[in-house]
T-cell receptor
């Protein structure tokens, strides 16, 4: 299995631009999680899906952030408009059977907003 | 609210020294416990996990952790660290939800 796939690995953009991060979970996993990691705040859960349905988006910082999962093999996290404080590493993770099971993390997208 | 505390924010050791990283959680019921490792520039990888059974859990690369229910703790140990263990270590807890609650992480630096 290829593991969780994320793209792009690095993104540099200017303030105000739209940013779209992509994630392909491990085949057969029915939970998908989006995290943000910064030095100041550590690892934060933004949103998670079960069977493509958003279950808890309480970690999404504000309306500029949105996430979708149109099918079992693809999810996006969009930031519009982006701001410098959004600079972070964004991880996607997936798990099977239950969200309480082990989560497998992708390589992350390092986002820099200038 | 559920929370996870990792009291050691930064640990510096010499090779061959013993390691113990603390993890405490706040939840009185049944928990699943995890330790993840993040090597520099990489993603999080599972070191070990505890769901039930023997409270002493052995993981990869010589790591182990002990679940002490009465102390709400799940400390990570390794008898002899190597330079390649330099990384950030995260404790995580699941308590009857679909989410993992992560601690703030402990940065370990091992010098040759």
């Amino acid at each position: 299995d290829a593991g969780v796939i994320q793209s792009p690995r690095h993104e540099v953009t200017e303030m105000g631009q739209e940013v779209t991060l992509r994630c392909k979970p491990i085949s057969g996993h029915d939970y998908l999680f989006w995290y943000r990691q910064t030095m100041m705040r550590g690892l934060e859960l933004l949103i998670y899906f079960n069977n493509n349905v958003p279950i808890d988006d309480s970690g999404m910082p504000e309306d500029r952030f949105s996430a979708k999962m149109p099918n079992a093999s693809f999810s996006t996290l969009k930031i519009q408009p982006s701001e410098p404080r959004d600079s972070a590493v964004y991880f996607c993770a997936s798990s099977s059977l239950s969200g309480s099971n082990e989560q497998f993390f992708g390589p992350g997208t390092r986002l820099t907003v200038l | 609210a559920q929370s996870v505390s990792q009291h050691n924010h930064h640990v510096i050791l010499s090779e061959a020294a013993s390691l113990e990283l603390g993890c405490n959680y706040s939840y009185g019921g049944t928990v699943n416990l995890f330790w993840y490792v993040q090597y520099p520039g990489q993603h999080l990888q599972l070191l070990l996990k505890y769901f039930s059974g023997d409270p002493l859990v052995k993981g990869i690369k010589g790591f182990e952790a002990e679940f002490i229910k009465s102390k709400f703790s799940f400390n990570l140990r390794k008898p002899s660290v190597q330079w390649s263990d330099t990384a950030e270590y995260f404790c995580a807890v699941n308590a009857n939800t679909d989410k993992l609650i992560f601690g703030t992480g402990t940065r370990l630096q091992v010098f040759p």
